[in-house]
């Protein structure tokens, strides 16, 4: 699911916010209902912190499945703006602290002692759960954080634009510059891929046949494969033929509905109203390959609950969100289908989803069952944030790709000592 339409800031880009990890202070109201009454349940009262998708909808929705809990009250704070990261974490550091929250797996959150062992709840189910989400939150053998929604991330496509220009889907990052140009018009660029490109900046190292880091948690990005695709990178940013500062980001649809583009990234989140605004004249393929090395791939962003094992209420925490995200399998299905599309984490929900049995969310199934990639735990918030200015310096800026990654290895190898020494 989307983060605000009105806002710039993607919740579901690579780059998130790093200095929320360390932010101080008390977190000022926003979004909604931040006390601790309210609900239809007694006893605990408990606080869930959710950021403001933008499909229709979610808001309600989650506020209709805490209403029908029934052994805590459960308030929702809807938090909205651009900096959902910064309100999280400083909170966390305050009384006003959320018992339950959504966030990605993170690894210093575990460091830290911030997020609870779900273990002895996700254990029963854990078969039913896709094994890379299970892995993915999971350190030294506990598991933290239960997978809500997973939300592949491809190219979407006009198919009488290719047609007409007489071209053939991308397979190579080579072959979709050229596809770019040929594209183009007076009226409708080529391509989009976000407004800044950190949309894809994980995309690039795994297209490339690398990965951000190996299994012994070494930095293994820094390839040959990657260097070049940051090159074809900067060629395309340069060239003319892609959309740059477009009114929304990647995670709005408008872009593709409205012509500004013949070819865009985004999320599987935005299908339904790509589908309902062009119909069958809508395609997807995965991001092309770089280099002799290089696999197409898929990025899977998507979310996750946590309980705050710092808070007063853990075990009924804990309770509530074993009730919703593990018992509840209809608010689950209604949670990853009805508000846009996304692919249930639990196989026999998944197989119950009928949205995503035909068609083109069929096909993005296949895609992300072909080509998906899942975010690594250890790579961190200041990781990411190194990465992504190795996209500023080396593709919107004309800066030595080789140098921009030197430099994200210093800043990467620190915090790789400090997470595991």
Known sequence: MSAMSNSNWSRRSIFRAAAGMTAAGALAACGGNNGRGGGSGSGTNLVQYFHAYGEAGTEQAIKRYAKAYTKANVTTNWITGNNFEAKLFSSLLTKQAPDVFEFHPQLQLVKSGQVADLSDIIDPVKDDFNPADIKSHTVDGKIYGIRMIDDPQFFYYRKSMLEKAKVEVPTTLDELLEAAAKLTTSKVKGAYLGNDFTAVQNPIIWSAGADTLDANNQIAYHTDGVVEGLKKLRQ????????????????????????????????????????????????????????????????????????????????????????????????QEDWATSYGFHIPPRSSIAAGATKLKSGLPAEGVKLFTDYGHFDNIGFDQTMLTAFADVIANSVRKNGNPEAALDACDKKVNVELKKLFG
């Open 236 to 331: 395309l940013f340069t060239s003319g033929h892609v959309l740059l500062d477009a009114p929304t980001d990647f995670w709005d649809p408008s872009s593709l509905n409205q012509g500004l583009c013949a070819i865009q990234w985004g999320g599987m989140w935005s299908m339904p109203a790509m589908q309902q605004a062009l119909g069958d004249d809508l395609g997807i393929f995965p991001f092309p390959s770089i280099g002799s090395k290089g696999k197409q791939s898929v990025y899977n962003g998507g979310w996750s609950m946590f309980v705050n094992a710092k808070g007063n209420n853990v075990e009924a925490a804990k309770a509530y969100v074993k009730w919703l995200w593990i018992d509840q399998k209809k608010y």
